[in-house]
């Protein structure tokens, strides 16, 4: 059998999951340093740390929409710090149990509930209205970072999966380019044409099974939930089994990537099969295609809906992250001051475009659309395609769920070095999820 790799890199649900990327940054402080509450003006300059995950594109946008909210408020320096998602989740983990968060940072979806039970977020109940602005946000999304309706946060964009694929490589092997009724029978005869075509080199797809946010995916177009809103498991392990299946016939017909490929994936363009042209396609968080053009051009990257063999697409606007107040912040409504600002302001809104998914101020994003370029005009584009289509949100996760990501991409890690078949992967991981909401 393959000999597997010791590193295994997390996963995660919340987008998606967005991007990730190199480590990049200054050094995150847990509270403000200064002695003014409100943007220096009632006794000194003011320091308050923002944190989050991301890639090198997100992290220079980042910092231009920052450097513009100093200097509309004088005596504010605002610290920031990323790093890729793998990184991200155990540190921001190894803070939340210190009481050592920064001022203002982002929760993976799946860890809302829990870190907001352990403390760990600001009701900002307080500041709503008169610091934060929802006056141009969609109710619906307003209750991204609602727990029983307290605001403990907001999402700083809306997102959804797609797959991010080469059109070229697809004409050149002869293959329609996948849109709304594409099969996964579809994609394994692409797949064969694909190999073909590049002399065997290239799949059609890079191997999607141990990213737990597809497993999401996939159980939406077969009509059902990871979780219910009353927090039980919305899916059976013969779904987990099924799935697993399902990659099996993609990894047997060459459609999808090797294991050694697939087991180094981690969201950056570094370890993409479809960045290093392994594979003519990858299911994505749909917020990071930008750096797929970046890499590829303009020309090699398009968008779809994964492939299904129900009438559902399995696709839906959720928030890619929320943004939190730590209570141990010295400055807490200056740190809500930021929140608003990159959720509000119409330059932060310019600067950002979509790297960070669809923006919550419905203003801002009329009036950014228009003039959309690269990958945030396909990602619009797609968005407006399908949006008709598109599931309701689905539930925010139950606490004691946060390391299923990682032990989903595990599981799925053991099946393709070969160390467990189908269906004892689906019983052992079954078993976890049980745990995890008990």
């Known amino acids: 059998m393959a000999q597997k790799p010791a590193r295994r890199a997390l996963r995660t649900w919340g987008v998606g999951l967005a991007a990730a990327g190199v480590v990049l940054a200054s050094t995150a402080c847990a509270a403000g340093d200064g002695d003014a509450e409100s943007g220096g003006e009632s006794g000194g300059p003011v320091t308050i740390s923002f944190q989050w995950w991301g890639n090198d594109e997100r992290a220079v946008l980042t910092d231009e929409a920052i450097a513009l909210f100093e200097e509309q408020n004088p005596g504010v320096t605002v610290e920031t710090s990323f790093s890729a998602i793998d990184s991200y989740i155990p540190k921001l983990a190894t803070q939340i149990a210190s009481g050592s968060q920064p001022d203002l940072f982002l929760i993976p979806m799946e860890s809302v509930k829990e870190y907001t039970e352990k403390g760990a977020t600001t009701d900002l109940t307080e500041y709503i209205g008169d610091v934060i602005s929802v006056d141009d946000i969609p109710e619906t999304n307003q209750k991204i970072g609602q727990i029983d309706g307290t605001f403990y946060g907001f999402t700083l964009g809306t997102a959804t999966y797609g797959w ?10 002869g ?34 099974g141990g990213y737990i946010a597809h497993f999401g995916t ?10 219910t809103e009353e927090g039980e498991l919305g899916f059976e392990e013969s779904d987990l089994e099924d799935w697993f299946d399902l990659m099996q ?18 969201q950056s363009m570094q370890n993409s099969g479809f960045a290093l042209g392994k594979s003519a396609g990858e299911f994505i968080a749909a917020s990071i295609t930008g750096a797929f053009v970046d890499t590829l051009g303009e020309e090699r990257v398009a968008l779809a809906p994964m492939p299904s ?8 606007m959720a928030g890619t992250n929320v943004a939190a107040v730590s209570p141990e912040s010295d400055h807490p409504e200056v740190a809500a001051k930021l929140l608003d600002f990159l959720i509000n302001d119409p330059e932060a809104a310019e ?3 979509l790297t960070r998914g669809i923006p919550l101020n419905t203003t801002n ?3 950014l659309a228009p003039t959309l370029a690269g990958g945030d005009k396909i990602v619009n584009d797609f968005v407006l395609e399908y949006q008709d289509e598109f599931s309701d949100p689905s539930p925010l996760a139950p606490p004691g769920v946060s390391t299923l990501p990682a032990d989903f991409t595990l599981a799925y890690e053991n099946i393709i070095f070969g160390q467990q078949d189908n269906a004892d992967a689906a019983q052992a991981l079954y078993a976890l999820f049980e745990s995890a909401i008990s």
């Not at 996939?218 to 059902?224: E, F, G, S, V, W």
């Open 218 to 227: 996939y159980l939406d177009q077969n009509d059902k939930l990871m979780f």
């Open 175 to 208: 293959v329609d380019a996948p849109t709304a009724g594409f099969t996964w029978d579809d994609l394994i005869d692409a797949g064969e044409k694909i190999r073909a075509a590049s002399g065997g080199a290239k799949a059609a797809i890079t191997d999607p």
């Open 351 to 353: 600067i950002l475009g």
């Open 309 to 316: 063999d129900t009438d559902r697409l399995g696709l839906g």
């Open 249 to 266: 016939e993609l990894r047997d017909s060459g459609a999808s990537t090797d294991p050694q490929t697939t087991s180094t994936l981690d």
């Open 365 to 367: 994003y009329e009036a």
């Open 164 to 173: 991010a694929y080469d059109p070229v490589a697809f004409e050149e092997a």
